[in-house]
């Protein structure tokens, strides 16, 4: 049984993940993405089929031409190193589903590290270049990149100023049915 204060530590860590796109220069340690990736093998999958191959990118080059692709992940040009999902692409429906869980583990064993991330995707043509760039087999789907990197200085982990703040609890969670809250004065 978990303790109420490490409970309460481990739901204020994960409240203050943020996805970091600004990296200062500087390697990850080989040993602490390894660590990153079996936080990643063990994420849970539909019918624990763990329909994900990982594609990790050290080089500077293969970084700087996947941000060019079309898509979502500009921040892979400054990040010490990149993962892309390679999945298995045979059950559309649960795959999509555990790239978004595989995909939030990483980001959470890289903050652990002190190791900032952010989560990106290739669109369109994009994908099939990205595979093209990294020869993965055609039946198989990419379109999820990972950057990963220590953070500027200018811009720490924790709570950004956000364009507009988090919706309310109220606004969001609706009980027995839509559109009813908790009853006055609970939340």
């Known amino acids: 049984m978990t303790d109420l204060r490490d409970a309460n530590a481990i739901v204020s860590f994960l409240r203050e993940l943020r996805s970091v796109r600004r ?11 390894e660590d990153i990736l079996e936080v990643a093998r063990w994420s849970g999958s539909a019918m624990n089929l763990q329909p994900w191959e990982f594609v990790v990118v050290w080089d500077r080059r293969t970084l700087e031409d996947l941000f060019r692709l079309e ?16 999945m298995a692409w045979e059950r559309i429906e649960q795959e999509t589903f ?17 190791v900032g991330s952010s989560v990106g995707w290739f669109v369109r043509g994009g994908r099939d270049t990205a595979k093209k760039t990294l020869i993965v087999p055609p039946e198989r789907l990419v379109r999820t990149a990972i ?3 220590y953070w500027e200085e200018t811009s720490p982990p924790g709570r950004p100023k956000l364009r507009q703040g988090r919706k309310p609890f109220s ?10 809250g908790p009853p006055d004065g609970q939340t």
């Open 23 to 33: 990296f200062r220069p500087g390697a990850i340690p080989r040993r602490v993405v």
């Open 71 to 86: 898509g979502y992940a500009g921040h892979l040009a400054g990040g010490a190193v990149g993962i892309v999902l390679v």
């Open 98 to 114: 555990d790239e978004g869980r595989v995909s939030e583990r990483i980001s959470l064993a890289a903050a652990a590290h002190g």
């Open 147 to 149: 950057s990963l990197g």
């Open 171 to 180: 606004g969001m969670v609706h009980e027995d049915r839509y559109g009813q």
